[in-house]
C-alpha cells in the first residue's frame, strides 16, 4: 500500500475539471442526485451561501419536481446551462455517472471533493501543523483523496476495526473513569465497553439520545446489561436530550427513508423530514455542579459536534479528557473540529483513524498522554 503525501493531493485537485481559473467563479452549480445525499449537499452549500441552479438525476419521476425548492432537471437539459459545473452525490453510482457526463462533455466531480478544493491550504494546515502521528497524516491524505477522485478504494485501505478505541492510550480504562457519550443511539458503543472492557473498567457512562425510539432502545439495552453484569444502577444514566453549545430546545430533523440512523439537529425544520422538538444540554451546564472528573467522551451527533464542544469548553479545559468524535458528517469538520479543539487545550494530541469502508466512521483522538 502507498504511504500517501500531501503532493498526492496536488495531484488529485489539478486533475479535477475546474473552471478556466482553476476555481467554480461564474459557474452553475448543479448537485446530480436527488436523494438524502443530494439533500445533504444542499444544505452544505446554503451553509456556505453557495447557488445551486438545479438538481439532476436520472429518475424521470423526479423531473420537474421541487427539491427543497430547488427544481430537479434531466441530464439533456444539463446543455441547456451556463458552463455548469456538476456535484455528483451518489458515491456507489460515482464512475458510471461521470462516464455518463463526459459522454455529454459536461465538468463534473464528486460532491465531497468540492469543499476540498475550496479550502486547499486549510486542509494543509492540519496535515502540516495538527497531525500527531505519521499513520493520521495516512489516514488524512487518504480520505482526502477517495473524496477527490469518487472512489472508495482509499478508504477500504485505511480501514481498521477498534471504533472509538483504535489509539493505545484508549484501549484501557480503569475504576476511576468517567465518561460521556454523546449520541448514545441504542448503546451499542456502551454495549461494547461493558462486555470488551468489564464492569470494572469504569466509575460511570453518561448517556444521552435525543431521539424517541433511539431513547427507548438505549434503556432497554441499559437495563439488560445492568441486570447481566451487575452494574449498580447509578453505573450508567441515560438522558433523553441532545448536547449542544447552550441549554435549549431545537429541531431534531429525521430522515423519512431511514429514521434510526439519519436524524441530525437544527435550530429549524427541515420540511422534507420528520420534527420533533427535543431537549439540548450544555455539558458545561450539567456537569457545572457535579464534581467527577470526565475522563473520555465520545461523540457521534451527525454534524453537531462544534456545538457540543462550545458547550462543553470549560470541562474540557479543567479536566483534559480523551475525545474520540466524529470527523465526517460536515464538509469543514476536516479543519474546524481540529483547530477548535487546539484552541482549547492546545497540550491535545490529534490523530485520525478510520473505521468504515466508505467515507463515514473517520474518528478524530485527542489526549494529553503521548500514543
Same mark, same amino acid.
Given at each position: ?7 498526492d493531493?496536488?495531484s ?5 475539471k ?10 452553475d452549480?448543479?448537485i446530480?442526485?436527488?436523494g ?7 444544505k ?8 445551486v ?12 419536481e ?26 456507489l453510482?460515482y ?17 465531497d ?6 479550502a ?20 488524512f ?10 472512489s ?11 471504533f ?8 484501557f480504562?480503569? %475504576? @476511576?473513569?468517567? *465518561?460521556?457519550?454523546?449520541? +448514545? ?6 454495549? !461494547? ?12 457512562i453518561y ?6 425510539r433511539?431513547f ?10 445492568k441486570?447481566?453484569?451487575a452494574?449498580l444502577?447509578?453505573q450508567?444514566i441515560?438522558?433523553k ?11 431534531l430533523?429525521i430522515?423519512?427513508?431511514t ?18 422538538i427535543?431537549?439540548?444540554i450544555?455539558?458545561d451546564?450539567?456537569?457545572?455542579? %457535579? @464534581?467527577?472528573? *470526565?475522563?473520555?467522551?465520545? +461523540? ?6 462544534? !456545538?457540543?464542544?462550545k ?11 480523551n475525545?474520540a468524535?466524529s470527523?465526517?458528517?460536515?464538509w469543514?469538520?476536516f479543519?474546524?473540529?481540529?483547530e477548535?479543539i ?30
Amino acid at each position: 500500500m502507498k504511504n500517501y503525501c500531501w503532493s498526492d493531493v496536488e495531484s488529485a485537485i489539478n486533475e479535477c475539471k475546474l473552471g478556466p481559473n482553476g476555481n467554480f467563479d461564474n459557474c452553475d452549480i448543479v448537485i446530480f442526485g436527488a436523494g438524502n445525499a443530494g439533500m445533504i449537499t444542499l444544505k452544505e452549500l446554503n451553509r456556505k451561501k453557495i447557488n445551486v441552479v438545479a438538481f439532476c438525476d436520472n429518475d424521470a419521476d423526479k423531473y420537474g419536481e421541487k427539491i427543497g425548492l430547488i427544481k430537479c432537471i434531466s441530464p439533456n437539459e444539463l446543455k441547456l446551462l451556463n458552463d455548469p459545473i456538476i456535484l455528483v452525490t451518489p458515491l456507489l453510482h460515482y464512475q458510471s455517472i461521470s462516464k455518463q457526463l463526459e459522454k455529454l462533455k459536461i465538468r463534473h466531480l464528486f460532491a465531497d471533493a468540492f469543499p476540498i478544493i475550496m479550502a486547499k491550504e486549510k486542509y494543509k494546515f492540519i496535515f502540516d501543523n495538527y497531525l500527531y502521528d505519521e499513520k493520521s497524516k495516512h489516514v488524512f491524505v487518504a480520505m482526502l483523496l477517495g473524496k477527490l477522485k469518487g472512489s472508495y478504494k482509499y478508504s477500504s485501505e485505511v480501514f481498521e476495526e477498534s471504533f472509538y478505541y483504535a489509539i493505545p492510550s484508549f484501549k484501557f480504562m480503569n %475504576v @476511576e473513569d468517567i *465518561i460521556i457519550d454523546c449520541g +448514545a443511539f441504542v448503546g451499542d458503543t456502551i454495549q !461494547e465497553l461493558v462486555e470488551r472492557r468489564n464492569k470494572s473498567s469504569f466509575k460511570k457512562i453518561y448517556a444521552f439520545e435525543p431521539g424517541d425510539r433511539q431513547f427507548e432502545a438505549l434503556n432497554f439495552r441499559v437495563d439488560r446489561l445492568k441486570k447481566e453484569w451487575a452494574l449498580l444502577e447509578d453505573q450508567i444514566i441515560c438522558v433523553k436530550a441532545g448536547v449542544g453549545e447552550k441549554t435549549e430546545k431545537a429541531y431534531l430533523n429525521i430522515d423519512s427513508e431511514t429514521p434510526l440512523i439519519n436524524a441530525y439537529i437544527s435550530d429549524e425544520s427541515i420540511e422534507s423530514t420528520q420534527n420533533n422538538i427535543v431537549d439540548i444540554i450544555s455539558l458545561d451546564d450539567f456537569f457545572g455542579t %457535579v @464534581e467527577e472528573k *470526565i475522563t473520555f467522551i465520545k +461523540a457521534d451527533i451527525e454534524g453537531f459536534e462544534l !456545538e457540543m464542544f462550545k458547550g462543553a469548553t470549560e470541562i474540557i479545559k479543567k479536566y483534559k479528557p480523551n475525545l474520540a468524535f466524529s470527523l465526517y458528517h460536515k464538509w469543514d469538520d476536516f479543519f474546524v473540529l481540529p483547530e477548535y479543539i487546539k484552541s482549547i487545550v492546545p497540550e491535545y494530541n490529534i490523530s485520525i483513524r478510520h473505521h468504515g469502508p466508505l467515507y463515514s466512521e473517520t474518528v478524530c483522538y485527542c489526549s494529553i498522554l503521548e500514543f
